[in-house]
């Protein structure tokens, strides 16, 4: 009787073990099926076999590009505003003028520009600033004094003067004074605190005098200056502080400085000047 129970046992126990082996390698292959990668799609082509590459909005050059005004919009909203604000107050300006003329063509066989004086120039007066709107627009202007003292430069091979029977200039110098008033427009954006000026300048001689080798002669009552000058400006301006700033500008004349009487042998005599100053708002 025991030998039966015990063959029951054995055969139920092979039996238990063989489906727990069957079971074990079904759940493997189940797990071994499910670890496998899945296959890839094939990428996206053209009919011509070109791969097809989808860029996102993200990655575009206008995307970017849209971003980066709107960060730099941000950033100068936050910046400290400059508005224009009437102000008046004292200037002055330090430059370097030089007088030129054209080799006249009936009178010599070259005809080019060459520098006849240079110098040191000055200005000091009243500037005003008039805003036209609160931070883009505003009028410079005032009124100005202005002293020059130019020494010639020796090229009698273009030019004497029916003044000075001596061909010889290396003596020769020339003092100016005026008075002159500028009008310029001045522009800016409106956290800047540089400002961009064009405009024109009139400018009234009080003094016109040539010496050379202690010779005096005064162009104005001589009838060889021209009674008013204009000319043009542009340059740039900053604000240091809210009451000083810094300038600097050229100045080119439009109109002859004299006349062609002065000299035999050139035309078209006319001035520009570079120079920096400072002006400084009282109020």
Do not use: C
Request: aromatic share 12%; no cysteine; charged share 20%.
């Amino acid at each position: 009787m025991k030998r039966y129970i015990i063959g029951i046992l054995l055969t139920a126990a092979f039996a238990f073990a063989q489906d727990a082996s069957t079971d074990s390698a079904s759940s493997s292959t189940s797990s071994a099926t499910v670890k496998e990668p899945v296959e890839q799609a094939a990428p996206e082509r053209t009919p011509e076999g070109y791969r097809i590459i989808r860029i996102s909005t993200e990655e575009t050059k206008v995307y970017k590009d849209s971003v980066a005004e709107v960060k730099k919009a941000e950033e100068e909203a936050k910046r400290e505003t400059v508005p224009f604000k009437f102000s008046l107050g004292p200037t002055a300006t330090l430059g370097y003028r030089s007088i030129s003329g054209i080799s006249d063509l009936n009178y010599y066989s070259v005809d080019s520009v060459f520098t006849m004086f240079s110098g040191l120039s000055s200005q000091i007066g009243l500037a005003v600033l008039i805003p036209l709107s609160e931070y883009n627009f505003a009028i410079r202007t005032g009124a100005l004094f202005g002293y020059t003292s130019l020494i010639a430069h020796n090229y009698t091979q273009y030019y004497r003067s029916t003044l000075y029977e001596n061909d010889d200039w290396s003596d020769a110098s020339l003092t100016q004074m005026r008075i002159s008033i500028p009008l310029l427009l001045a522009m800016k954006t409106r956290v800047s605190t540089a400002m961009f000026e064009l405009g024109a300048q009139v400018s009234f001689p009080i003094v016109d005098e040539m010496s050379n080798y202690g010779k005096k002669t005064d162009l104005i009552d001589e009838g060889f200056r021209a009674s008013v000058d204009v000319s043009l400006l542009f340059g740039i301006e900053i604000f240091v502080t809210k009451r000083l700033s810094i300038s600097a500008l050229l100045e080119i004349q439009l109109n002859d400085t004299y006349n062609n009487d002065i000299f035999i042998g050139v035309n078209d005599v006319s001035y520009f000047d570079i120079k920096v100053g400072a002006t400084y708002a009282v109020f």
